[in-house]
């Protein structure tokens, strides 16, 4: 199937395209949504705090008694060979505790994200996905991207990254298509993918959908979804007017 960029569509006087607005899908986040929103945090500061301490610190912890023995090493007038020896252990440390924060960062947030723009950080994610083999993905860009603010780049890139996840788990999807428009009036970002089961099906249980909803009514955009075309293909659209970015 050829997924090809979207069509720019009428909107009704509802403000719905083709498609269904995610606000009628689910009702307001029920207990239960709410009960594994906070679980997952829980589990996501105590990994956070787990690897602060045991690879950061303990790998500064190491660095620093690599060090000690560097000088000892010097002041007691050790070999040159030994000393070498025990600087590029302290070398090879610093290294692995580097990247191990740049490892924690990246989990945070991309840094592609601050560096390059919220374009540039959707295509990593598509190649990455592409890699792992979860499906093909690909991401085109429409106009020239505008800075937003950190958080609220940030904010969108979850999003799409959890819609672009949810389309493979559970749309079934084996291709996405990301799109992504910039325009004067407002940011639009288009899913389209071959999956045959849905995306958004509203469930009380269901903790991801009422993460993105929360997200999305935060930001504030709205998400649109869309049956499946002639040829096949589902759409999500969403939408982040840029008159709140100011």
């Given at each position: 199937?050829?997924v090809?960029?979207p ?20 009702a307001?986040?029920?207990c ?7 679980a997952?945090?829980?589990r996501?500061?105590l990994?956070l705090a787990q690897h602060?301490?045991?690879d ?5 912890v ?20 030994t000393?070498k ?8 440390s ?9 490892e ?15 374009a ?7 190649k990455k996905m592409?890699?792992s ?14 800075s937003?603010p950190?958080?609220?780049?940030l ?13 493979v788990?559970?749309?079934l999807?084996?291709?996405?298509s ?8 407002e ?22 959908l ?6 999305i009514?935060v ?28």
């Amino acid at each position: 199937m050829n997924v090809a960029p979207p069509v720019p569509m009428q909107v009704d006087e509802d403000g719905v395209t083709d498609g269904t607005m995610i606000e009628a899908l689910c009702a307001d986040l029920p207990c239960m949504a709410v009960g594994e929103l906070l679980a997952e945090d829980d589990r996501r500061r105590l990994s956070l705090a787990q690897h602060l301490h045991r690879d950061v610190a303990g790998g500064l912890v190491v660095c620093t008694t690599l060090n000690e023995m560097a000088r000892i090493g010097c002041e007691q007038g050790d070999d040159l060979a030994t000393i070498k020896e025990s600087l590029a252990k302290l070398e090879g440390s610093l290294k692995q505790t580097i990247q191990v924060v740049r490892e924690i960062t990246e989990e945070q947030y991309p840094l592609a994200l601050k560096a390059f723009g919220l374009a540039f950080a959707l295509d990593k994610l598509a190649k990455k996905m592409s890699e792992s083999g979860e499906a093909e993905v690909s991401v085109t860009v429409e106009g020239n991207e505008f800075s937003l603010p950190l958080e609220k780049r940030l904010s969108v890139y979850r999003v799409l990254e959890a819609l672009a996840g949810r389309c493979v788990r559970s749309g079934l999807a084996s291709m996405v298509s990301i799109h992504c428009r910039f325009s004067s009036g407002e940011l639009e970002f288009v899913l389209l993918h071959d999956g045959d089961a849905p995306v958004v099906a509203a469930d009380a249980a269901d903790a991801e959908l009422a993460w993105v909803k929360a997200r999305i009514a935060v930001l504030p955009a709205q998400l649109f979804v869309s049956s499946a075309d002639p040829d096949g293909a589902s759409t999500l659209r969403l939408r982040l007017p840029v008159s709140t970015q100011s």
